[in-house]
């Protein structure tokens, strides 16, 4: 078994145990600063983000308020995973009538910060007293600054996790790549440092992203557990009202985004946010959600379940919930 998470530690227990998977002499662990930037799920550009923060724009906000009142900082953040669910996420999030938030991803704490706060909290949507502030960047949770810059804006700040099986999150990123650059290497020449061996490269950002132990050690130094939701990212497809009723009790809100607020897309394979206030169309992501994914060997998949057991075993313990991964897969 993998050594217990000790939050005390500069290099905690997840660190710890993917060394011993590397090669000697390789370190990554989430104070490395080895990571690279990769492009998120969307891409928000400084033009758009300028629009955003605009006297008369809306910050990309929910319609459900006028255009009046003020702009604050962000009192809650969903801060991961890249293809966790998070854009499903906001946009249910963004029905209740009490949340306000920017449609864009502001990359504040990662891109943007020499920027300041005043820029940051221009770019937020007008909110009313009472009303809560958000954005999602999910590049946020493996930001290795993100945690102390955030604490530093305000300690008290809400923070949501959307996880997803770190396989299918890892092959679904691999998917979204691809379909910018269809020239890169297959997801099994990318997966492996030596496919012989069966060394995973846990320094590609794809494997990277999903050992969510070692990213959660960092933002453990700064947040409690219970400032941290986490949202199964399998559960927002097969029961989004349940997930959302958990989302809105964490931020304090009364439970008005509800069943009937989704309805199953066949064609798309997962819910689709309707509009009951009104007689507009009802709201499904884009087309770059739900992409068919690459076949990917067998053998590769049993080999990254393995890869990644022990991680998950120690993010079940870290924060007292099973997302049930391994045995989604023994159903299969």
Not at 56 to 64: A, E, L, M
């Amino acid at each position: 078994a993998p050594p217990r998470a000790s939050n005390g530690s500069r290099e905690g227990a997840a660190g710890t145990w993917l060394r011993t998977q590397l090669d000697p002499g390789e370190v990554i662990t989430a104070q490395s600063g080895a990571f690279e930037r990769d492009p998120q799920e969307s891409s928000t550009t400084d033009e758009e983000l300028s629009r955003a923060g605009s006297p008369g724009s809306r910050g990309g906000s929910s319609s459900t308020t006028p255009d009046y009142g003020e702009k604050r900082l962000p009192q809650a953040l969903v801060i991961g995973v890249k293809k966790g669910g998070t854009r499903a996420l906001l946009e249910a999030i963004r029905a209740h009538p009490d949340v306000r938030a920017v449609g864009t991803e502001p990359h504040f704490f990662d891109r943007n910060y020499e920027k300041g706060l005043e820029w940051y909290r221009n770019v937020m949507p007008k909110t009313l007293e009472g009303q809560i502030t958000m954005e999602k960047t999910p590049s946020y949770f493996v930001t290795n600054e993100a945690p102390r810059r955030i604490h530093s804006m305000a300690k008290d700040t809400k923070l949501i996790v959307v996880v997803r099986n770190p396989v299918t999150r890892a092959i679904s990123d691999y998917t979204q790549t691809l379909s910018k650059k269809p020239e890169i290497p297959t997801f099994e020449v990318l997966a492996f440092k030596n496919r012989t061996l069966g060394l995973i490269d846990a320094s590609w950002s794809a494997i990277r992203i999903g050992i969510y132990a070692l990213h959660l050690e960092n933002w453990l130094q700064y947040f409690p557990l219970s400032q941290i939701l986490f949202v199964s990212g399998e559960r927002l497809i097969t029961d989004p009202a349940g997930e959302m009723a958990k989302v809105q009790d964490f931020l304090g809100l009364k439970r008005i985004v509800t069943e009937k607020h989704f309805y199953f897309n066949k064609t798309k394979g997962f819910p689709c946010l309707k509009k009951p206030e009104d007689s507009s169309a009802p709201r499904c992501l884009g087309k770059s959600k739900g992409r068919t994914h690459p076949k990917i060997d067998p053998d590769v998949i049993h080999r990254l379940r393995k890869f990644y057991k022990p991680f998950n075993v120690m993010f079940y313990q870290m924060t007292g919930q099973d997302f049930q991964w391994e045995q989604e897969e023994s159903d299969k």
